[in-house]
């Protein structure tokens, strides 16, 4: 019976090598990467350290997302989860685990070739999101390894450069109170399902009601801290993008009633707009 339904969903993907790239949660390893290497145009770190800094956070975004699904794989299982290709059957786990793996160990050099404090930093959020995937997922802690993990994106780029120096303080805290709210943003959409198997983290402990009521919070704080923390006057456009920040973080749970995803928009679009408020009073670098 399970062994029929395994073949049957394994028929839905079209091959094992598709499986395994689907596994690996393509949208966000593009996403943070995107951001990591744009906070490094920002910077204005050399093409060379930018691309390196690019490969050091696609390795260890991709080394995350395989050790999640390969986790994840035997739970998801039985709860009958569509779109895992590794509980689905459409790739071994053990193949999972191996690319994993070797995306963890090519992550080490390559972290480290951006300069010893940077690599460190990088490895330390590497290390934070593989314990959020093998046990703080399932506890009220789930926000702590987005946290450190965004956090340590600016720091990375900073630090990525000749001088070395720490990124500024806002861009620090803006990027954990984003990971936060990729957190509960993430969550938001499968908070019912992930109960249903069991799973305790932040968001499900909440509910939906209370996670998408939560949500603006870190949101609309990220955004304040970048637009108030830094010295001197806040210009009109700052205002504006806090503005339109708030109204869009506040939407995305209204409307979250009528679309699944709205909350998880909204936070999408604040994030691009804290982006470009990072970049456009470059506040990120020193
Ligand atoms: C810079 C850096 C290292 C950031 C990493 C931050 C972090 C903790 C990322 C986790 C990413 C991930 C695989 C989420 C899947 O979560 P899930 O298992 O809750 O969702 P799912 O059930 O849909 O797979």
């Not at 039985?78 to 053990?94: L, S």
């Not at 090519?106 to 300069?115: D, F, K, M």
Request: with cysteine.
């Amino acid at each position: 019976m399970g062994g029929a339904r395994t073949s049957t969903a394994a028929a839905r993907w079209p091959g094992r090598a598709a499986g395994l790239a689907l596994s690996c949660h393509p949208g966000p390893v593009a996403a943070v990467t995107a951001l990591a290497c744009t906070l490094g145009v920002g910077a204005g770190l050399s093409p060379a350290r930018l691309a390196l800094v690019g490969a050091a956070v696609l390795a260890g975004q991709l080394s995350v997302g395989w050790c999640n699904d390969a986790f994840d794989a035997g739970r998801d299982a039985r709860a009958g989860r569509r779109g895992k290709p590794a509980a689905e059957g459409a790739v071994p786990v053990r193949a999972v685990w191996g690319a994993a793996a070797v995306a963890l160990v090519l992550c080490v050099p390559l972290s480290l070739a951006c300069g010893l404090l940077a690599g460190t930093v990088h490895l330390a959020a590497v290390a934070a999101a593989w314990l959020y995937n093998l046990r703080l997922k399932a506890t009220a802690l789930s926000w702590l390894p987005y946290a450190v993990g965004f956090a340590a994106l600016p720091s990375l780029v900073t630090l990525s450069l000749p001088e070395a120096p720490w990124p500024r303080w806002w861009a620090v805290a803006a990027g954990a109170l984003l990971g936060v709210a990729a957190h509960l943003g993430d969550t938001l959409p499968d908070i019912e399902e992930d109960r249903a198997a069991g799973v305790r983290g932040l968001p499900h402990r909440l509910g939906a009601t209370g996670t998408r009521l939560l949500l603006p919070v870190p949101l609309l704080a990220a955004t304040a801290v970048l637009v108030l923390g830094p010295p001197g006057p806040v210009d009109a456009r700052s205002v504006a993008v806090l503005v339109l920040a708030g109204a869009a973080a506040l939407l995305g749970p209204v409307l979250g009633r009528w679309w699944r995803k709205a909350a998880l928009a909204g936070a999408v679009a604040v994030a691009a707009a804290d982006l470009v408020l990072l970049l456009g009073r470059g506040t990120a670098l020193p």
